[in-house]
C-alpha cells in the first residue's frame, strides 16, 4: 500500500520558537494533504486542506499566521508552528491521496510536539 | 454540517469472541462514503474497511464487517473472532463525495480485547 511518512516523529521546542513538521509521500503522488490535530485521548480534527502549488485551505478557528502550510511539490507538504506556546503541544498528522477523485486516504504516523 | 456520533466511549470483548461498535451520522448528502479507522498505542492511523453509500451490499474485509443502514443513518463495524491486536482506538469517519476528500471523524471508541 502506499507509504506517508513524517519527520521528525517527536520534537520538543521552547515557547516562542517554530518548529516545522514534514510529510512525505513515498511512493505516490499526492495532490492533495491534509493535517490534523489530535488532543490525548480525543479524536483527529482537521486543521488544514492543501493542494500542490496553491494555498491551504483552513478549518474555522485554525490560525492561518501561526500553522503556516506548504505543499510545493507533489510528494512533500510541511506544517510549520510559528511562535510555539505549550497549548500548541499536541500530536500533528498528516493525511495524502492521489487527487480530487480518490477517496482513499494514507496517513503518516504522527509527529508529537511538546512546547515547553 | 455532517457529524459523525459514536457513542461507545469504551468497550471490551474476550478474545475470539464477537463485537459491534456504533456509528450513526448526519448528513444531507446523498453521495458520500463512510470509513472505519484504527489507530492502535502506536498512533498511526489504519483503514480498516470503507464503504459506499451507493452500495447496498455491506462491505467486509476478513473478519471486519459493516451494517450499513442507510435510511437510520447508521454505520456499525463488526469484528468477529477478535483477537489481542485488534486492541485500539476505532473511528469511525465521513467523506462527502466530490469533496477534496475531507474526512470528519467521530470521537472513537476505545476497544479492549481481553485474553
Known amino acids: 500500500g502506499a507509504v506517508v511518512s513524517q519527520h521528525p516523529s517527536w520534537v520538543i521546542c521552547k515557547s516562542g520558537t517554530s518548529v516545522k513538521i514534514e510529510c512525505r509521500s513515498l511512493?505516490?503522488?499526492?495532490?492533495?494533504m491534509f493535517w490534523y490535530r489530535q488532543f490525548p485521548k480525543q479524536s483527529l480534527m482537521l486543521m488544514a486542506t492543501s493542494n500542490e502549488g496553491s494555498k491551504a485551505t483552513y478549518e474555522q478557528g485554525v490560525e492561518k499566521d501561526k500553522f503556516l502550510i506548504n505543499h510545493a511539490s507533489l510528494t512533500l507538504s510541511t506544517l510549520t508552528v510559528t511562535s510555539a506556546h505549550p497549548e500548541d503541544s499536541s500530536f500533528y498528522i498528516c493525511?495524502?491521496?492521489?487527487?480530487?477523485?480518490?477517496?482513499?486516504?494514507?496517513f503518516g504516523p504522527g509527529t508529537r510536539l511538546t512546547v515547553t | 454540517a455532517q457529524t459523525v456520533t459514536q457513542s461507545q466511549p469504551e468497550m471490551s470483548v474476550q478474545e475470539a469472541e464477537t463485537v459491534t461498535l456504533s456509528c450513526t451520522y448526519d448528513?444531507?448528502?446523498?453521495?458520500?462514503?463512510l470509513f472505519w479507522y484504527k489507530q492502535p498505542p502506536s498512533r498511526q492511523m489504519i483503514l480498516v474497511i470503507r464503504q459506499e453509500a451507493y452500495k447496498q451490499q455491506n462491505a467486509t474485509e476478513n473478519r471486519f464487517s459493516v451494517n450499513f443502514q442507510k435510511a437510520a443513518k447508521s454505520f456499525s463495524l463488526k469484528i468477529s473472532d477478535s483477537q489481542l491486536g485488534d486492541t485500539a482506538m476505532y473511528f469511525c469517519?465521513?467523506?462527502?463525495?466530490?469533496?477534496?476528500?475531507?474526512?470528519?471523524f467521530g470521537k472513537g471508541t476505545k476497544l479492549s480485547v481481553k485474553p
Open positions: 448528513t444531507s448528502e446523498n453521495n458520500y462514503y
Open positions: 493525511s495524502a491521496s492521489a487527487g480530487p477523485s480518490s477517496y482513499e486516504q494514507y
Open positions: 469517519a465521513f467523506m462527502k463525495g466530490g469533496s477534496q476528500g475531507n474526512l470528519i
Open positions: 511512493d505516490f503522488q499526492a495532490t492533495t
